[in-house]
């Protein structure tokens, strides 16, 4: 069973949480990955950005969004309104997965599988009760159905304000009531992946982005 549970500190805050990530062996991702990329940003966002896992050059440098997709999504916070508020950035699993192509040295990106997502839980779920953000922006379908549940699809779910389910079996660890919403209850937002973005052609591209940025003011307007 592959679980980050055994990994956890017992008491402390975020410097503790990320201290003792850097040595999780919760499942096998830490072992072809660099090292473990924990979340960055405000300790005390109202706006927490989740993404699927880091990359190529988040795995190189140890922080989330450093890449070209999170080159896009700051660009994208910027144009929603959001360039100065402060946030939190994290991904769903905490290691880089990737396959290496047969004979050159580039690393392609692979995405978690359900146990993985599962086995990571617990630092995400840490990192949410400890930044405690009123609004979850859940980035693709990764982050969406790790927030959300597997029935997640990013089709039909994006661009609404959903509250954060307060425990299921996609979250064993599940934490509820902070600051957050009216009934106690942290709302996520889902929207596309800004790699999603990157890849798509020249003509869907500018229509794209342009929701991700729509989304994301939706989620600046859920702020109080
Ligand atoms: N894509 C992600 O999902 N997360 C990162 O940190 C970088 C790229
Ligand atoms: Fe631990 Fe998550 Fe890395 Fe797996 S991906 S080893 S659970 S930090």
């Known amino acids: ?30 072992l072809d990955a660099s090292q473990t990329v924990f979340g960055e940003g405000s300790p005390t966002a109202r706006l927490a950005l989740v993404g699927e896992e880091p990359g190529d050059r988040e795995d190189r440098q140890g922080k989330p969004f450093v890449g070209p997709a999170g080159g896009l999504l700051k660009k994208a916070l910027r144009d929603a309104g959001l360039g100065e508020e402060p946030t939190y950035f994290t991904n769903a699993v905490k290691h880089f ?3 290496t192509a047969p004979r050159g040295k580039r690393r392609i990106h692979k995405p978690p599988s359900l146990r993985e997502m599962t086995a990571c839980r617990p630092w995400l779920n840490a990192e949410l009760r400890l930044v405690d953000p009123e609004v979850v922006v859940a980035l693709g379908s990764t982050a969406g159905k790790a927030l959300l549940g597997r029935s997640f699809r990013v089709t039909k779910d994006r661009g609404a304000l959903i509250p ?61």
Do not use: N
Not at 4 to 26: E, I, S, V
């Open 164 to 224: 954060l389910p307060e425990e299921g079996e996609e979250q064993r660890d599940g934490h509820g009531a902070g600051r957050s919403t009216t009934d106690g209850r942290r709302l996520v937002l889902a929207t596309l992946h800004p790699s999603a973005i990157l890849r798509a052609d020249d003509a869907g591209r500018a229509d794209a982005y342009a929701g991700l940025v729509a989304d994301l003011r939706v989620a600046a307007g859920a702020l109080h």
């Open 1 to 30: 069973q592959y679980d980050a549970t055994p990994y956890l500190p017992r008491r402390g805050g975020l410097a503790a949480y990320r201290r003792a990530a850097a040595d999780c062996r919760g499942c096998p991702l830490f």
């Open 97 to 99: 997965k990737f396959t």
